[in-house]
């Protein structure tokens, strides 16, 4: 059976999970055999296992972190937010339902068999499993059915380090005042404090700590530093969407300068981490007509609800500025629920999203129909022959994978369908003529196809993780520099895997230097 020990923190994004994936790095490298864990994640951006199953990002950043295989099992509960209230709720990689939170949290203990398989799967099969909690374990309202905190902790009688934020002020207040509401028998099981993202003299924090470890009976077991790396996000509460720190230092001018439109609900934008690493290469996100700027390439993310986001940027301008940005030469570029806006229409006839049809951007010859089953898999394959700015891109090798509700066709021609006068579509605004940008294998059914779509400096793909391999990246900043007439050298593009295998080893290195890890080997073992 498996030692395991569970990272919670005083607040959502203190950095529980840089904590566990840099724990799982270290447990690695010291010879262990190491998996991570979270019963219940809420987040949107996800990832499709190779048996095609849908699971959390910050998992799959962690078994990364410990070499292993992301499987579903460690992360068996999946909320994707659609709205304010509700969530699409994912249980063992497949779509349950969509619930507003109510309704959740009524049925949300039937799914402690389901956490407790999960679990146990991967106790047979490693040394060592750590745990990812939630928001903070000290959530009062909550508590009573609580599966990713302290009632998780309880289930496999894991021993708990409590993470605190002191970049966000009142960590000492955080930490205390966490430790005083929980219940007796849930303190008892915090063997550990941690103050995460620290700046500055150690020697003056000193004296907080010493008061800190004796009014809660908790010894610190380390107070670890703002770590330059670069990771994965698990949500849209990433620093990275608000310009934060980056790997690069600061650049006066960008050689290259990449806009992603930062939607209301947008998910996977891990898609655009890759282009972070390349020098000479500026990656802004976007949510305003002010912010945009001249980029060289606008890029539409995946979102949680394709129509709604559509309508935001309808009515805030950002549509008609990347219309403009696009006349003026800028190239666009679409992935899952981007791709989709870029289309003549979208249609919703099964309610999926919002009802009914509405317009697209126009941008290409395509129509998107959403289906209440979501297309889940893994591909590979290269990209064809696009033309325009991008066509450095032929024959480019690819991987990634699928996880969306619609399908989209390239147009037909309008018929008398009065509903298509209503709306707006002609045949003198539709071109029936279309090009595909891939060519692809799924690899968990062995069928290939072709897919996306390209025109007019326009691209567009359901494929995630498009640009990962060092070949793709490398060839849309060469192609956007030719298209500039650029003599200076750009940074070399890095293979994607490579350089967070470089990320995990630098966050083992930073933890291990500021961690008291036999104390946590104590505490663990």
Same mark, same amino acid.
């Given at each position: 059976?498996?030692?395991?020990?569970?990272?919670?923190?005083?607040?959502?994004?203190v950095?529980?999970?840089?904590?566990?994936?840099?724990?799982?790095?270290?447990?690695?490298?010291?010879?262990?055999?190491?998996?991570?864990?979270?019963?219940?994640?809420?987040?949107?951006?996800s990832?499709?296992t190779?048996?095609?199953? #849908?699971?959390?990002?910050?998992?799959?950043?962690?078994?990364?972190?410990?070499?292993?295989?992301?499987?579903?099992?460690?992360?068996?509960?999946?909320?994707?937010?659609?709205n304010?209230?509700?969530?699409?709720?994912?249980v063992?990689?497949e779509?349950?339902g969509?619930?507003?939170?109510?309704?959740?949290?009524?049925?949300?203990?039937?799914?402690?068999?389901?956490?407790?398989?999960?679990?146990?799967?991967?106790?047979?099969?490693?040394?060592?499993?750590?745990?990812?909690?939630?928001?903070?374990?000290?959530?009062?309202?909550?508590?009573?059915?609580?599966?990713?905190?302290?009632?998780?902790a309880?289930?496999?009688?894991?021993?708990?380090?409590?993470?605190?934020?002191?970049?966000?002020?009142?960590?000492?207040?955080?930490?205390?005042?966490?430790?005083?509401?929980?219940?007796k028998?849930?303190?008892?099981?915090?063997?550990?404090?941690?103050?995460?993202?620290?700046?500055?003299?150690?020697?003056?924090?000193?004296?907080?700590?010493?008061?800190?470890?004796?009014?809660?009976?908790i010894?610190?077991?380390?107070?670890?530093?703002?770590?330059?790396?670069?990771?994965?996000?698990?949500?849209?509460?990433?620093?990275?969407?608000?310009?934060?720190?980056?790997?690069?230092?600061?650049?006066?001018?960008?050689?290259?300068?990449?806009?992603?439109?930062?939607?209301?609900?947008i998910?996977?934008?891990?898609?655009?981490?890759?282009?972070?690493?390349i020098?000479?290469?500026?990656?802004?996100?976007?949510?305003?007509?002010?912010?945009?700027?001249?980029?060289?390439?606008?890029?539409?993310?995946?979102?949680?609800?394709?129509?709604?986001?559509?309508?935001?940027?309808?009515?805030?301008?950002l549509?008609?500025?990347?219309?403009?940005?696009?006349?003026?030469g800028?190239?666009?570029?679409?992935?899952?629920?981007?791709?989709?806006?870029?289309?003549?229409?979208?249609?919703?006839?099964?309610?999926? #999203?919002?009802?009914?049809?509405?317009?697209?951007?126009?941008?290409?010859?395509?129509?998107?129909?959403?289906?209440?089953?979501?297309?889940?898999t893994?591909?590979?394959?290269?990209?064809?022959?696009?033309?325009?700015?991008?066509?450095?891109?032929?024959?480019?090798p690819?991987?990634?994978?699928?996880?969306?509700?619609?399908?989209?066709?390239?147009?037909?021609?309008?018929?008398?369908?009065?509903?298509?006068?209503?709306?707006?579509?002609?045949?003198?605004?539709?071109?029936?003529?279309?090009?595909?940008?891939?060519?692809?294998?799924?690899?968990?059914?062995?069928?290939?196809?072709?897919?996306?779509?390209?025109?007019?400096?326009?691209?567009?793909?359901?494929?995630?993780?498009?640009?990962?391999? #060092? #070949?793709?990246?490398?060839?849309?900043?060469?192609?956007?520099?030719?298209?500039?007439?650029?003599?200076?050298?750009?940074?070399?593009?890095?293979?994607?895997?490579?350089?967070?295998?470089?990320?995990?080893?630098?966050l083992?290195?930073?933890?291990?230097?500021?961690?008291?890890?036999?104390?946590?080997?104590?505490?663990?073992?």
């Amino acid at each position: 059976m498996a030692k395991a020990i569970m990272i919670q923190g005083t607040m959502s994004n203190v950095g529980k999970s840089v904590i566990a994936a840099g724990l799982c790095r270290i447990f690695r490298q010291d010879g262990y055999r190491v998996a991570p864990f979270k019963s219940q994640n809420m987040a949107l951006n996800s990832f499709i296992t190779k048996e095609g199953l #849908e699971m959390g990002r910050a998992q799959v950043m962690q078994a990364e972190a410990a070499g292993v295989e992301p499987v579903v099992a460690m992360n068996p509960i999946l909320l994707k937010p659609t709205n304010d209230i509700g969530s699409q709720v994912i249980v063992n990689g497949e779509v349950l339902g969509t619930m507003n939170a109510r309704d959740y949290f009524k049925m949300k203990k039937n799914l402690v068999p389901d956490i407790m398989k999960a679990y146990e799967t991967l106790d047979q099969e490693y040394d060592i499993i750590v745990i990812e909690g939630a928001g903070s374990p000290a959530e009062i309202n909550l508590k009573q059915d609580d599966i990713v905190n302290m009632g998780m902790a309880k289930l496999v009688d894991a021993p708990v380090l409590l993470v605190g934020d002191i970049d966000r002020g009142g960590v000492f207040a955080q930490l205390y005042g966490t430790t005083e509401l929980l219940e007796k028998e849930e303190k008892e099981r915090i063997k550990g404090l941690i103050i995460n993202k620290f700046r500055g003299d150690k020697s003056i924090l000193d004296p907080g700590v010493e008061m800190l470890e004796n009014l809660t009976g908790i010894p610190v077991v380390g107070v670890t530093p703002y770590l330059h790396v670069s990771l994965e996000d698990e949500d849209s509460l990433s620093e990275r969407l608000d310009g934060a720190d980056t790997m690069k230092a600061p650049e006066k001018v960008p050689l290259i300068d990449l806009a992603v439109i930062r939607l209301p609900r947008i998910s996977n934008f891990t898609d655009f981490n890759v282009f972070e690493s390349i020098e000479g290469v500026s990656v802004r996100y976007v949510s305003s007509v002010r912010e945009l700027g001249t980029p060289d390439l606008i890029f539409l993310p995946g979102t949680k609800n394709t129509m709604r986001d559509l309508l935001w940027m309808r009515q805030n301008g950002l549509e008609a500025a990347i219309l403009k940005s696009h006349q003026a030469g800028a190239v666009i570029f679409g992935i899952c629920g981007g791709y989709q806006m870029l289309g003549q229409s979208i249609t919703d006839a099964e309610g999926v #999203e919002e009802g009914g049809t509405i317009r697209g951007m126009g941008l290409l010859d395509m129509d998107t129909v959403f289906e209440s089953e979501k297309a889940r898999t893994r591909v590979e394959g290269s990209f064809l022959v696009p033309g325009g700015v991008l066509s450095g891109l032929s024959g480019v090798p690819l991987r990634g994978y699928e996880i969306h509700m619609g399908r989209s066709s390239f147009c037909q021609p309008v018929t008398s369908d009065i509903d298509s006068r209503q709306a707006g579509f002609t045949n003198e605004n539709r071109n029936p003529a279309g090009q595909s940008l891939t060519s692809i294998r799924d690899t968990i059914t062995g069928v290939q196809k072709q897919e996306g779509a390209w025109g007019d400096n326009v691209y567009g793909t359901y494929v995630h993780g498009i640009f990962d391999r #060092e #070949e793709a990246a490398a060839a849309v900043v060469a192609s956007l520099a030719k298209a500039k007439n650029l003599s200076e050298e750009l940074g070399t593009a890095m293979d994607y895997a490579a350089f967070k295998e470089t990320q995990y080893d630098l966050l083992a290195e930073g933890l291990r230097a500021n961690l008291d890890m036999e104390a946590i080997y104590r505490i663990l073992l």
